[in-house]
């Protein structure tokens, strides 16, 4: 569960309303590559990364030394409610566990990074919510049914949602992913766009080649 393309899609897509980004913290940053995405797009930006999992933590450490970016990317080894920190941030992203109240799985990792529960995301918007500068973003990709959910149980109503990409496999199919965006700023004017991943079989929309050209060789 290395990269997958939420994670990707994420990091390419997530920008705050100011240009202005000097600090970005990661929520489960896996094996790190959102956090790089964003320190290449964001080149006087620190990134802090954390992640629950000894093992993705080691990994993101790993792939931040041996990087470019070396110098503005930490990893932390700690649970988001945990974590603390002096600064506040510009920018929040996460592509957090997606499944919840379903069968669990049997293996113990694959089962944290996939799996969560109505509390994780309560406590992940309210950590959003505090660590957040007055013009920053946080920004999540998530199930659309996932997010009706949370949004349905009020978890975000200390937040305004003012943009949304719609994720689909093809462009006349339904989408399966949303990217959200928040902000405390209750102004700001909702927005909305759809995103193909594909526009025919085993072919990349000329979108995504485009997004993803800095990042992805085969490009």
């Not at 956090?35 to 999992?53: C, E, H, K, M, N």
């Not at 007055?134 to 975000?156: A, C, E, H, Q």
């Not at 993803?212 to 490009?219: A, H, P, Q, S």
């Amino acid at each position: 569960m290395k990269i997958n393309t939420d994670g990707v899609l994420l990091g390419v897509f997530a920008a705050p309303n100011s240009e202005q980004v000097r600090r970005i913290l990661d929520v489960g940053t896996g094996s790190g590559v959102i956090a790089l995405i964003l320190a290449q797009r964001y080149s006087q930006a620190v990134v802090d990364a954390i992640d629950i999992d000894e093992d993705s933590f080691a990994c993101s450490k790993l792939n931040f030394r041996n990087s470019i970016f070396a110098d503005r990317t930490n990893a932390f080894h700690i649970d988001m409610e945990s974590f603390e920190s002096t600064n506040a941030y510009d920018l929040i992203v996460s592509n957090p566990p997606f499944f919840i109240d379903s069968l669990k799985n049997a293996d113990m990792r694959k089962m944290r990074s996939r799996h969560s529960s109505l509390s994780f995301y309560r406590s992940l918007f309210q950590k959003a919510t505090e660590l957040l500068t007055n013009v920053g973003s946080f920004v999540i990709v998530w199930p659309i049914k996932v997010r009706d959910r949370i949004v349905d149980l009020n978890y975000t109503e200390a937040l305004n949602c003012y943009r949304e990409v719609l994720v689909q496999s093809f462009p006349t199919s339904e989408p399966f992913r949303v990217i959200s965006f928040f902000s405390k700023n209750g102004s700001m004017s909702y927005t909305n766009e759809l995103f193909a991943i594909y526009k025919a079989q085993n072919v990349h929309s000329d979108r995504y080649q485009d997004v993803l050209k800095d990042f992805f060789t085969i490009f």
